[in-house]
C-alpha cells in the first residue's frame, strides 16, 4: 500500500449526496478476482453513455460530456470534493479500489457510510470529514478557481490552500493514521510479525511433527 504523507492535488467537485457503491463501481465490475483494472470504470454509468461490461475498450466508448470528471479542467485530479453519505449502499470493497486505481488519494465530504469509511483506509485512500459548511466553501472555491488545489498534510491533519487562504483541520484516528504514513495494510502489519510468525510455525511443527504430513 503506497503511504500518505502530503498531498498538493487538484480538487475534482461531485456535487451529489448519498453516492451508493454501485454508482461507484457498478456490479458487473465486480466479477474480477484481481485487484487491478477498476479505475477505468469508476463512475462507469455516469461517466459514459452507453451500458458498459467488463472486457470493453473504454477508450472507444462514447464520454458523457456534462459529467464532471469528463471535463478537461479536471482532468488529473487526485482529491475528490463530494457531498454527504458518500459510500452508502453495498459494502463492497472494489469501491475504493476503483477511486484509488483511478487516481484519487483522497475524498473529503461531511459525512461517509461506514463500511466505506474503514475500507477506504484498509487500501491507501484517505477519508476526510469536515462540516457542510466547509465543504459548501471549497465547493465554491472550485467553481470560481479553475485548477483550484489543495495540500492535505496527514501529519499535521490539516486541509490547505497553497496561500494558506482555506485551511481546516481534520481528524483521524492515531492507529490508521499510522497505518496510512507509513504505507500499512493489514496484510503489511501481519508481515512486520514475520519472524515471530516463522518462529512459532518451526517450535509448532517440533513439539507436533504430525502436522508435517497434514500441510
Known amino acids: 500500500m503506497n503511504k500518505f504523507t502530503v498531498l498538493d492535488g487538484l480538487v475534482a467537485p461531485l456535487d451529489r449526496a448519498n453516492v451508493d457503491t454501485d454508482a461507484i463501481i457498478p456490479k458487473q465490475f465486480l466479477k474480477s478476482i484481481l485487484r487491478t483494472g477498476f479505475g477505468p470504470n469508476l463512475f462507469d454509468e455516469w461517466r459514459y453513455l452507453d451500458h458498459g461490461e467488463p472486457g470493453m475498450d473504454n477508450s472507444r466508448?462514447?464520454?458523457?460530456?456534462?459529467?464532471?470528471l469528463n471535463q478537461a479542467r479536471f482532468q488529473?485530479?487526485?482529491?475528490?470534493l463530494t457531498r454527504k453519505n458518500f459510500g452508502c449502499g453495498?459494502?463492497?470493497e472494489h469501491a475504493p479500489w476503483a477511486l484509488d486505481q483511478y487516481g484519487f488519494r483522497a475524498v473529503i465530504a461531511p459525512?461517509?457510510?461506514?463500511?466505506f469509511f474503514?475500507?477506504?483506509y484498509k487500501n491507501g485512500l484517505l477519508p476526510i470529514v469536515l462540516p457542510e459548511t466547509q465543504i459548501d466553501q471549497l465547493f465554491d472555491e472550485v467553481k470560481a478557481f479553475p485548477g483550484f488545489r489543495l495540500i492535505?498534510?496527514?501529519?499535521k491533519q490539516i486541509v490547505a490552500t497553497s496561500d494558506g487562504s482555506v485551511s481546516y483541520p481534520f481528524e483521524v484516528g492515531e492507529f490508521r493514521k499510522y497505518c496510512l504514513l507509513n504505507g500499512l495494510d493489514d496484510i503489511g502489519l501481519t508481515l512486520r510479525q514475520a519472524d515471530k510468525i516463522h518462529a512459532f510455525e518451526d517450535r509448532h511443527l517440533f513439539e507436533q511433527?504430525?502436522?508435517?504430513?497434514?500441510i
Open 209 to 214: 511433527p504430525w502436522l508435517a504430513n497434514t
Open 76 to 80: 488529473g485530479a487526485s482529491i475528490l
Open 61 to 68: 466508448r462514447p464520454l458523457n460530456p456534462d459529467f464532471v
Open 90 to 92: 453495498s459494502s463492497r
Open 118 to 120: 474503514n475500507n477506504c
Open 111 to 115: 459525512s461517509f457510510a461506514d463500511i
Open 152 to 155: 492535505i498534510d496527514l501529519e
